[in-house]
């Protein structure tokens, strides 16, 4: 007889269970597992002056920096702290101080043999963050006295020693205590400012698990660890597909440029201080690589679409600027530097905060902005304003000089209508003729915004798009001064002027070069490779042109996505504030000096540091090198002679290569490739 299974009420098959199952999802509704909380550790970093400092203004307020710690009978019993020095000592904080003790036994009203000693001590804290009311605290554990400073541990009565432990150490323990309250209070309110409407709930729940992490003692300073429990929220579904409208890309330009205010605001705030010239050099670093990569954002609609360019940046440029930064502002008045540490700790949250990865929501607004803008500058209301004028204080911080010369044309328009009778046809260019590979302008659009006819071929209107936002120029002509165009005129290619014009170019180009090459740093072969570079700059980038003339109209050259003008293709988005824009765009000789001057500066500052096989760069390749970074930055250096290493150059640098060359070989009929004849 077959055996059956048993039946009844807590047997089911799987099928069963698996119906069960079903139906209990369907009635309860399943959703995916929450995401697991993560502690973030937000470091609050003190320095050593700060911490003695705020150690004197607490525990040391008598004559001298000094602290009566006890006082008994008339003096019977009385210890005198003064001068303390803060530092480290392995993993815990030595506070070291004069001291002065008398301790006596009261009998019936008087001291009876009173013992004095005079000397040092040195005391050995453990520091912590103390929970509830935020104060950094001290634990004393171990002590020494010395008769001298530094010399051999002293040998003193045992009454002395009693009297110390019972009443230096709990002096200590109990007197001296850093609030960190208000960074906190700034930490708290900050951190909502980067994150959207949506998300305030959970963000107010991060905040209200606030609470002290490990405290270290570091050869920099004292640091402190707040910790909160963050959830982020689920993994990202698949994209959808990209659709940049305008006023995306608008919302997406103004959030930057504000974000580029920021910038030099922080830049700025190292004005005052005597920076070496590393500490220059990062912060020109900082902010051209933020800004060439912001061009090349914009040029891509695909990463664009799909990356928080500004919250990446931040946090980049703060993992730059922080050790600058800390280094001179925390040495700074003790007020000022309690301000600071809010900013700084608000900084390392954001950055704390981003390691979470995308999930988490970040989005720097304008308002998180100027609230970090207030406690760098103290102001109620930082200027956080993007103006193309020229800042001084900028150009001295990094190390850039006097401003250029601005003597000329710098005329606020987009196009100039020439006097009657006095301007003259362009030349032909020959047929399969060369375009300037990096500089075309075309004619006026019918549209309202300029270039936006012939970018508006670009697959889904990008550049069109792109143009829109970034030139916002009334398209009204307007005549120039008689001043103002005798000093333009000379500068426009005719068939008829084409030699002549010509030599004007190449002589001016030269005379700038010979300038800035002339002040010793260069030797000869150096110089006239400059010479050769400044002119196949010139040529790769405009092929010598300042100005065209289409229709009658003057005009300045523009590249492609509206970012850099004139003879030598300025960015006027990477030097903002360095230049003056006007000139640049109708300043021939202008935009000539300010090309150079860059040109100059990656030579100088990077090309001539670097060496290839153990010996410095041959003046060739130096200048290759160098054109590299003038079209993308100081971070092109390396990327150059990995291509060279690899013997594959890419694109520009066989054009430019083409130009080094002609230029050197003064074979100066190839410019009828883009000149015409």
């Known amino acids: 007889m077959k055996a059956t299974r048993p039946r ?64 008994e009978l008339d003096g019977c019993t009385r210890i005198v702290l003064s001068q303390p020095q803060v530092t480290p000592v392995m993993d815990r904080l030595s506070v070291a101080c004069r001291i002065k003790v008398r301790a006596g036994a009261p009998v019936m009203g008087k001291c009876v043999k009173p013992v004095e000693w005079e000397g040092y001590i040195q005391l050995f804290e453990r ?69 959207p409407a949506q998300d305030q709930p959970r963000v107010a729940a991060w905040l209200g698990s606030l609470r002290p992490g490990q405290t270290r ?17 689920p993994p990202a579904g698949p994209e959808a597909p990209l659709h940049i409208s305008q006023a995306d890309l608008e919302r997406f330009i103004s959030a930057w440029q504000q974000w580029d205010a920021f910038l030099v605001l922080q830049i700025n705030a190292m004005a005052r201080f005597s920076l070496t010239a590393g500490e220059r050099r990062v912060l020109l670093e900082t902010l051209l690589d933020t800004r060439y990569r912001f061009v090349r954002e914009l040029n891509d609609p695909e990463t664009l679409g799909r990356k928080d360019v500004v919250r990446e940046q931040f946090v980049a440029a ?16 003790e007020g000022a530097r309690l301000s600071y540490l809010a900013f700084f700790t608000a900084s390392d949250a954001l950055a704390a905060l981003d390691k979470l990865g995308p999930t988490l929501g970040l989005d720097i607004s304008r308002n998180g902005l100027i609230r970090l803008a207030r406690l760098l500058t103290a102001k109620d209301k930082p200027d956080l304003g993007y103006s193309y004028a020229v800042d001084s204080s900028l150009r001295r911080t990094l190390g850039l000089g006097p401003a250029l010369d601005e003597s000329g044309p710098a005329l606020n328009a987009e196009e100039l209508d020439a006097p009657p009778g006095d301007i003259e046809p362009e030349p032909a260019a020959p047929s399969g003729a060369e375009a300037p ?33 970034l030139v916002v120029p009334a398209w009204a002509s307007v005549e120039p001064r008689p001043e103002d165009w005798a000093q333009i005129k000379p500068w426009l290619l005719s068939g008829n002027n084409r030699d002549v014009y010509l030599e004007r170019i190449k002589e001016a180009l030269r005379l700038a070069a010979h300038k800035l090459a002339g002040n010793g740093q260069l030797d000869a072969a150096q110089r006239q490779a400059f010479e050769n570079l400044v002119k196949a700059s010139a040529w790769q980038e405009s092929c010598f042109r300042q100005f065209i003339s289409p229709g009658g109209k003057i005009t300045f050259i523009r590249s492609s996505n509206n970012t850099s003008v004139g003879m030598m293709q300025v960015n006027e988005r990477v030097w903002r504030g360095l230049y003056n824009t006007s000139s640049l765009r109708w300043n021939a000789l202008y935009n000539i000096k300010a090309g150079t001057d860059i040109l100059h500066l990656y030579l100088t500052r990077y090309g001539l540091d ?20 003038y079209n993308g930055g100081p971070g092109q250096l390396d990327n150059f002679l990995k291509r060279q290493a690899r013997k594959s150059p890419s694109l520009h640098d066989r054009l430019f290569y083409d130009k080094y060359e002609w230029v050197r070989t003064e074979q100066w009929d190839k410019l009828q490739r883009c000149l015409g004849d």
Do not use: C
């Not at 069963?16 to 470091?43: D, F, K, M, N, Y």
């Not at 309202?448 to 209107?461: M, V």
């Open 437 to 469: 590979p990096a500089a075309t302008s075309p004619a006026k659009p019918s549209g309202p915004y300029p270039w936006s006819s012939r970018l508006s071929q670009a697959p889904g209107q990008w550049l069109a798009v792109l143009a829109n936002w």
């Open 610 to 629: 670097r060496q290839v096989a153990g010996r410095p760069m041959a003046p060739d390749l130096l200048a290759q090198a160098v054109y590299a970074m």
């Open 8 to 71: 009844g009420p807590f047997f089911v098959t799987w099928r069963g269970a698996l119906l069960v199952l079903s139906l209990a999802l369907l009635l309860t509704g399943w959703s995916a597992p929450a995401a697991q909380a993560e502690s973030v550790r937000v470091p609050v970093s003190l320095d050593y002056p700060l911490v003695r400092s705020l150690m004197v203004q607490r525990a040391f307020e008598g004559p001298g920096e000094s602290a009566v710690v006890v006082d």
């Open 217 to 233: 003692v570091t050869p920099a300073g004292l640091q402190a660890e707040l910790i909160m429990q963050v959830e982020p929220g």
């Open 318 to 333: 703060w993992n730059r600027l922080a050790p600058v930064m800390r280094r001179h502002l925390e040495k700074e008045t």
């Open 127 to 195: 520091p912590y963050l103390e929970q509830g009311t935020w104060l950094l605290r001290l634990n004393t554990e171990d002590s020494k006295l010395y008769d001298r400073e530094q010399g051999p541990p002293a040998k003193v009565a045992q009454i002395i020693w009693d009297v110390i432990k019972t009443h230096v150490h709990a002096y200590l323990d109990n007197k001296v205590g850093v609030n960190l309250a208000p960074p906190v209070k700034d930490l708290k309110e900050f951190v909502p400012l980067i994150f």
